[in-house]
């Protein structure tokens, strides 16, 4: 399947601007920290590094969702990961990689998944945050208008994932439709003539042959 990615701003009042900085700063800490201790010790494996801290940052960040720091704990996985193979290689010269930012990834438990991909149109999202569950408005535009017509159509499916991130003091809501490839009916067939000494080729228009039998 083909993936497209479309961002929708999110209409943030101040109380849920700061509830959003609250997680995002958060998620950063634990991305950071385990980022910082998986290069020192060499471990690339999402798994082994959930077991070493989940229980930590449940217990120091309470207010976060219980998936949200498990994808902030995958999340510096794939970012240690990445960094140890090219120091392996030779491509980086710091000891550790600087996170300075960011993408918090609510998993379909951690955001209405369900009813969102029930509705007809869209028009808000609901995110687990510090306090319970939050609806948040939407400012949909074409591009997402025109993808979720090809969800409702059949022709695509949305992520469970649901990606929230910061830009220039701004919040977006970035959903993954992955494209369905189009069932097609075939326009021409190949023919094969296959005799002891020769093989012949042939093209046939589909279309054209029928019409012709049908005359």
Known sequence: MLCRVVAVELEVARGLNRLLYSVEAMYLSIVREVVAYAVEHN????????????????????????HL??????QAAEIAKSFIEKRRRGLVGKSYPEVKAVSIRFTEMAWGYGKFIGSTAPIRVELSLPGGRTEVWLRPHKRFWLFWWRVLSGEAELASTLIVKRRL????????FDIK??????????????????????????????????D
């Open 43 to 66: 471990i690339t494996s999402a798994t082994q590094l959930q077991r070493l801290f989940y229980r930590k940052y449940r217990w120091e960040y309470q207010g976060l969702h219980a």
């Open 181 to 214: 490839p189009k069932k097609e009916l075939p326009q021409s067939v190949v023919a094969f003539d296959i005799n002891e000494n020769t093989v012949a080729v042939g093209k046939i228009d589909i279309k054209t042959t029928v019409s012709k039998v049908v």
């Open 169 to 176: 003091n701004r919040w977006y809501a970035v959903f993954i």
């Open 69 to 74: 720091v498990i994808q902030a704990i995958r």
